[in-house]
Structures are given as C-alpha cells and as structure tokens.
C-alpha cells in the first residue's frame, strides 16, 4: 500500500463559498489535520483552469491571492500542506499535453460540465474548455494522487482520470500512474442555490444572493437567508418528507452540514416550525461557523507579501515532487526531455 498523498484543487474564480467550503474545503482541513504517518496534502488554486473561459487577468491576479489567503484562513496550513498556484508549475500543463494524446474525445464529449458551461454555443467554446478534464487529470496524476477530496460535480471529472491513468499504464506496459481515489463529502455533496433548489450554489451564478459567500458579513449572511427561496409548510419530523421540497430540504443539509449532524436530529428539533424560526436559526449557525474564518482572513490579507511567500514556497515543493512521475511519462512515450 502506497502512502497516502491527498490532491485537490480550486478554480481562483469568484470568492469561496459555502458550498465549495462544505462540499470541499473543510475535508481538505480535516484530512491535513489527520494525515497518517507518511502521507502528505497537496492543494492548489487551478488558475490554469480559470482561463478556458472568460478572463479579466487583473481580477485573477488578484484572486490567486485571496483564495490562497482564504484557504489558509479556513485551515489550510502551508507549513503541513503544500500550497500553491499550478501556473507556477509547468509541468501541469507539460503533462496535461500529454494526456491530450492519451484521452479519447468519445470521453471528453461525455462531460457533462462542458455541456453545461459550453451552453448552446458549444462551436465557440475555447477548446481549452472542452480539454479541461485532461488537465485535471495531469492535476492529480502528476501527485501520485491516491485520495481526491471534492464536491459531487467534479466525481465525473476524476472518474475520467482514471480512465486515463488506466489507459496510459496499459498502453505503455509501465505502472506510471496511480489511480486516484475520489472522496465526494457525505455530508454537503452537493450544496444547492438559495435562489433555486434545483441549481447548484455557484461561483459563477450572476446573482450574489444565491450564495454565503465566506467574505460576507454576519448582516450579509442574515439577509441571504431571510431571502431565501422556501415554500409554505412547515418543517416535517422526516427527512423523506422533504424529497419533493429542494429548498427546504437544500437550508435542513446545510444546517446538518454546518453542526455536523444529520437531517435528522435537526428535524427532531425543528418539527412543526416554519422558516420564520428556522431561517434565523441557520443564519446564527453560519455566522457563528464563518465568524473566525473571516477574522483570520481580515488578519491574512493585511500582508499580501507573506500570501505570495507561502505560495512561491509551496510551489517549489511541488515542483519537486512532480519531476519524477512527468520524466517517468516523458521516457515511456520515447520523447527526450533533458
Ligand atoms: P471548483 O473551483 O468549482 O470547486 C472547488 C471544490 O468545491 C466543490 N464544490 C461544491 N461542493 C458542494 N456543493 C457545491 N455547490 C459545490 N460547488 C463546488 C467542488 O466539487 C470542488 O471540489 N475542476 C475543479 C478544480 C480542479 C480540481 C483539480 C479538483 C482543477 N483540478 C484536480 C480536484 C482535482 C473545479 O472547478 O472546482
């Protein structure tokens, strides 16, 4: 059994919010916090990634930074985790050229993100954009990646790594690649928009209200869920009561997600109450839950040369740690490379 190296990444886009933090984020801590004798946390911010669709390089500049800071903010230690940018690293996108050769576009065609993000204008789609899970792919296989922490929708994402490590191994006879396991959260797999319980709360949903973001302030919070989208009835005593009610069922999972309870046991205590109560409630939960966080990151962003420290640091580890699997790839394929 190989050591366990943990690997994951998110798109410097927009501020982190409740969803990638519940969905993602926290496990990312957790697991750091819990890394058994030889294991070791790679996480990074996919600027690479934020690229294939529309850029304002200004605003990403700057986002690099404040998601780095907010991750640390969250948890994420740099001194325990190597945290960095994967645009400092070009074997990211030597690798993922590579896998290029080795992906199938019958898979790719399969993405559904693509789909969704290509929209009715699949023909004017970057092809950056449609490549894009090749590159995640050299993300985690570049690591020796065996655990990869992430929300539902990236789930068909590192099942197409896969595919592709298996590929690459059997097409060149050489164990090159590790499999990547990934670990989608049990709790907040897939936390929904407070507009729209059958959307997911998104980064790049036009409207703020739609999401908690972790920068927003305790009134902020207040008014998100005060004007959260809910129906009439009130809170039932079973969670199956609430298959057909998303919005409900979506503010019920994210107070359970938040306590780290189940449906259940907040049922037990909200029963027979409307949202009059229970969105208060829930807004009190966050604030409470994103109240240190966002100290931290207030602290964090005072010195922004430090951010900028702590990511070129990262970076060279993870520049070494790479090295050895992309030259493994380079010498298989037959290609000199130094
Ligand atoms: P990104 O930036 O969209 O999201 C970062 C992480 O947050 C999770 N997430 C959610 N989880 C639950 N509910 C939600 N509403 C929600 N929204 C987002 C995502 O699943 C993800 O885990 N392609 C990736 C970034 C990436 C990556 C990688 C991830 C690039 N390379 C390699 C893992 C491994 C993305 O756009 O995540």
């Given amino acids: 059994m190989s050591a366990q190296r943990i690997v994951s990444g998110i798109q410097p886009t927009g501020d982190l919010h409740l969803g990638n933090y519940l969905g993602a984020i926290r496990r990312w801590v957790r697991m750091q916090d819990a890394l058994p004798p030889g ?4 996480y990074f911010l996919a600027d690479l990634h934020a690229i294939t669709v529309q850029n304002d390089p200004a605003k990403l500049r700057g986002a690099v930074r404040e998601m780095a800071a907010t991750l640390i903010a969250a948890g994420i230690d740099p001194t325990r985790s190597t945290l960095f940018n994967q645009a400092r690293i070009p074997a990211h996108a030597e690798l993922g050229w590579l896998l ?8 790719l065609n399969r993405m559904t993100q693509f789909k969704e993000k290509s929209g009715k204008d699949r023909e004017g789609a970057s092809v950056g954009l449609f490549a894009y899970p090749v590159l995640q792919a050299a993300d985690v296989l570049l690591y020796q990646a065996t655990h990869v922490p992430v929300g539902e929708d990236q789930k068909q994402h590192l099942e197409l790594a896969r595919d592709i490590a298996a590929k690459f191994n059997n097409d060149f006879g050489e164990e090159v690649f ?4 990934p670990l989608v959260s049990e709790e907040a797999p897939r936390v929904m928009s407070l507009r729209d319980g059958s959307a997911k709360m998104s980064k790049s949903d036009p409207s703020d209200m739609s999401r908690v973001n972790l920068t927003d302030d305790p009134d902020a919070i207040a008014q998100k869920f005060r004007k959260a989208r809910t129906d009439a009835p009130p809170l039932p005593d079973d969670p199956a009561l609430l298959e057909d009610r998303p919005e409900a069922r979506n503010l ?23 949202f009059g109560v229970f969105k208060p409630a829930l ?5 409470e839950t994103l109240r240190p966080i966002r100290a931290r990151l207030q602290t964090l962003l005072a010195d922004p040369g430090e951010i900028d420290r702590q990511l070129r640091d990262g970076a060279e580890r993870a520049a070494a740690a790479a090295e ?10 037959g290609l000199h490379r130094r």
């Fill in 39 to 42: 294991g070791s946390a790679f």
């Fill in 100 to 107: 290029n050769c080795t992906a199938r576009m019958g898979w």
């Fill in 178 to 181: 590790t499999l990547p396991e």
């Fill in 252 to 274: 019920v999972r994210l107070y359970a997600a938040l306590e780290d309870g189940s449906a259940s046991d907040v049922l037990a205590r909200f029963a027979g109450q409307g």
């Fill in 283 to 287: 807004a009190e939960l966050t604030i």
């Fill in 324 to 333: 050895p699997t992309l030259n493994r790839a380079y010498q298989v394929l």
